[in-house]
């Protein structure tokens, strides 16, 4: 079966400089979200869309945005890299219906700024 | 999310029932209970989820207490691959982002 896929899978940044992170969805989902997972952290929760809008907001910094395009697909963009946002970013999707859904993750970017 | 209380670690001896046991007593009707786990460094992954019936699929077995307040997942034959940190949820709706910390992080021995 069809997973969300992310990348790129590994990513080495400077600081200061700027970081696009792409998530292609399950198909026919149609929420993302993004979760950010520092070292020995829990996944926190950045943001999410539905339908190509914002739908929930987390902890995510103003130096971060990110957008739902026309095809499902995300992606997140950081600017002004500083070191504590080397983590891992994991996406998800699920598809909305009346009830219970479950999210499905990817296997997540890491990101090292240097 | 609807508070939930779980272990912060347990151990299993390698092809024994894993039994995990999640509270949550302050569940509302209509609330699902999801289970998720995480393997170190890969992306978290569902289990199971229920209502108020027992539930099974090929990963685990969910067992919900007749008042909900309670549940347990079971994996019948644990494996070193099931070492993880387990997360027993009640979202708000399968839509709801997902709020992570004070798992169970379960320890499969050889």
């Known amino acids: 079966a069809a997973g969300v896929i992310q990348s790129p899978r590994h990513l080495i940044k400077e600081k200061r400089e700027t970081a696009t992170l792409k998530c292609y969805p399950i198909p026919r989902h149609d929420t993302v979200y993004w979760y950010q997972q520092g070292p020995g952290q829990d996944p926190q929760f950045l943001i999410s869309?539905?339908?190509?809008?914002?739908?929930d907001k987390g902890s995510i910094p103003d130096r971060f945005s990110a957008q739902q395009f026309s095809d499902y697909h995300s992606e997140l963009n950081m600017s002004s890299l500083e070191l504590g946002d080397s983590a891992l970013y994991f996406c998800?999707?699920?598809?909305?219906?009346?009830?219970?859904?479950?999210?499905?993750f990817g296997p997540g970017t890491r990101l090292t700024v240097l | 999310d609807a508070k939930t209380t779980q272990p912060t670690s347990m151990d299993c001896a390698e092809g024994r029932a894993a039994n995990l046991p999640c509270n949550h007593s302050t569940i509302s009707g209509n609330e699902y209970v999801y289970w998720y786990r995480q393997i170190h460094s890969q992306g978290p992954q569902y289990i199971i989820h229920?209502?108020?019936n027992n539930e099974t699929n090929e990963m685990a077995s969910l067992i919900i207490t007749e008042d909900r307040k309670s549940s347990t997942l079971i994996l019948p034959h644990a494996t070193l691959r099931d070492t993880a940190v387990y997360y027993c949820?009640?979202?708000?709706?399968?839509?709801?982002?997902?709020?992570f910390g004070k798992g169970t992080r379960l320890s499969v021995i050889a």
């Open positions: 869309f539905y339908e190509k809008m914002q739908s």
């Open positions: 949820r009640l979202p708000l709706s399968g839509n709801t982002p997902l709020v």
């Open positions: 229920g209502l108020k």
């Open positions: 998800a999707s699920s598809v909305f219906i009346r009830g219970p859904d479950t999210q499905y």
